[in-house]
């Protein structure tokens, strides 16, 4: 068997086009993916029972189903009921709904882990019930967690190779669409492969870094 | 064209349901397997073959299942063996799953103190004893939960072989979709047994989880 990555890099390109797209997506759903799940991590924390509850419903339909799908039922399945929305809508929505929930059992767990002591400190200082959950619980609770957040948001990025499956133009797209031209189907996709390896061990480096300077402090 | 009753749909689905749980089952066994071999190895050997591990779990978890469904449907073509979407599905989740569960399971021997190799050792208990009677036993009780919740992520993963043309519960789902042109109650089908298949998993592992910190403390 005889390899030629050249037939592969010359349309790097494509390939340059795919990276963007998926930081892209990626950096959208980790912003919106990750105040969704600390508004819920709060409502499952201390909301009301219908809100816990709905919430609770929401993380576990999530959690429980494939992302593939969850993916073809927005994108195929609600412009049925009337919703119609562009691929790279539909992924950016299935990729927030996905991150959201995971973030809402990361975050909560952390949230859970804070001192009784802290909260009551705070309140005895007269802040409001929002100051303590943003200024009190979350900081402390983020830091806690911030490893396991670094690995979905990662998993999230890596999952969403799967939105080329209704056509949007992110890195695994183009290496199908270069394979498709030239045949050379091994070698895009080792290429590809290697690609999604550095974004995400560029990405895990980012967010450790990131994370303390700008989320939480030192 | 005949019309496809709501029974008709979820009927299919159901067959196809069977594929998905084959699937793995068969990923989740291999996995296990292979990645009791790799633990095996890492605890045994030196420190080059500890790092090759390792590499190995990084490339695995580092890169999109999807790449290495394809890498292993087009890879295995490559060294001209005739491949099936059974075949590459079946290579790619067992390595896929070995790489995960050999990483939990180190982390979970990791875990048992370093007093107890000491204490077996010093009983003059050879590596295979140490294991057998002393590590492993302790290991395993911290082991079950979360490979239990890994096999959530297995059946997940099995929804992807359909991008290469195994027909299991999603794939069924596209091509019933395309059939009948009602993509939403079908992908609601689809979702809801995906969901009844992992639910009960993701509850049995919670509720182990919290029997061993019920334990311990």
């Keep these: 068997m005889e390899f030629d990555f050249g037939a592969v890099l010359v349309d790097w390109r494509l390939l340059a086009k795919g990276i963007v797209w998926t930081i892209g997506l990626t950096a959208i759903a980790t912003v919106i993916g990750m105040a969704l799940g600390v508004a819920c991590a709060w409502a499952r924390a201390s909301g009301p029972t219908w809100l816990r509850w709905v919430v609770g419903s929401y993380v576990e339909l999530i959690r429980n189903t494939p992302f593939i799908v969850q993916l073809f039922f927005i994108f195929f399945g609600l412009p049925a009921a009337g919703v119609m929305l562009t691929p790279e809508t539909a992924s950016i929505i299935a990729m927030v709904a996905n991150l959201g929930a995971y973030a809402t059992e990361i975050i909560r ?47 999230v990025m890596l999952g969403s190779a799967v939105c080329s499956q209704i056509s949007v133009e992110e890195l695994s797209y183009a290496a199908n669409l270069i394979q498709s031209r030239n045949f050379r189907a091994f070698e895009a996709f080792i290429i590809a492969t290697l690609l999604y390896l550095a974004l995400s061990v560029g990405l895990r480096r980012l967010l450790n870094w990131a994370g303390p300077k700008y989320f939480f402090g030192r | 064209m005949n019309d496809f009753s709501l029974w008709d749909i979820l009927r299919n689905l159901l067959l196809a349901l069977r594929w998905t749980v084959v699937l793995s089952l068969i990923a989740f066994i291999g996995g296990g397997v292979v990645g009791g071999l790799l633990l095996f190895l890492r605890l045994r050997a030196g420190k080059w073959l500890d790092r090759a591990i390792g590499t190995y779990v990084q490339l695995f978890q580092g890169t999109p299942l999807l790449m290495q469904l394809f890498l292993a449907y087009f890879g295995i073509a490559l060294m001209g063996v005739e491949v099936s979407a059974w075949t590459a599905a079946t290579v790619a989740l067992t390595l896929y799953t070995s ?18 190799w000491e204490a077996s050792n010093s009983l003059a208990l050879s590596f295979g004893e140490q294991l057998r009677h002393v590590i492993l036993p302790q290991a395993v009780k911290i082991a079950t939960a979360p490979t239990v919740g890994f096999l959530v992520q297995v059946v997940k993963g099995t929804a992807l072989a359909s991008v290469i043309g195994f027909v299991e519960l999603t794939k069924a789902g596209s091509m019933i979709s395309n059939a009948t042109f009602r993509p939403f109650v079908v992908f609601s089908c ?14 049995y592992a919670k509720h182990l989880e919290r029997k061993i910190n019920v334990n311990r403390r």
Excluded: H
């Design chain 1, 109 to 155: 767990a952390g949230i859970e882990a804070t001192p009784k002591g802290q909260i009551e400190a705070a309140v005895s200082l007269a802040l409001n019930r929002m100051q303590v959950f943003l200024r009190v619980v979350l900081p402390p609770a983020m830091k806690k967690v911030w490893p396991a957040m670094v690995s979905q948001i990662i998993i």
């Design chain 2, 99 to 116: 790489a995960y569960l050999t990483e939990i399971w180190r982390g979970c021997v990791a875990s048992i103190s370093k007093g107890q």
């Design chain 2, 190 to 203: 689809v979702a809801l047994l995906y969901f009844a298949l992992c639910f009960p998993i993701s509850l």
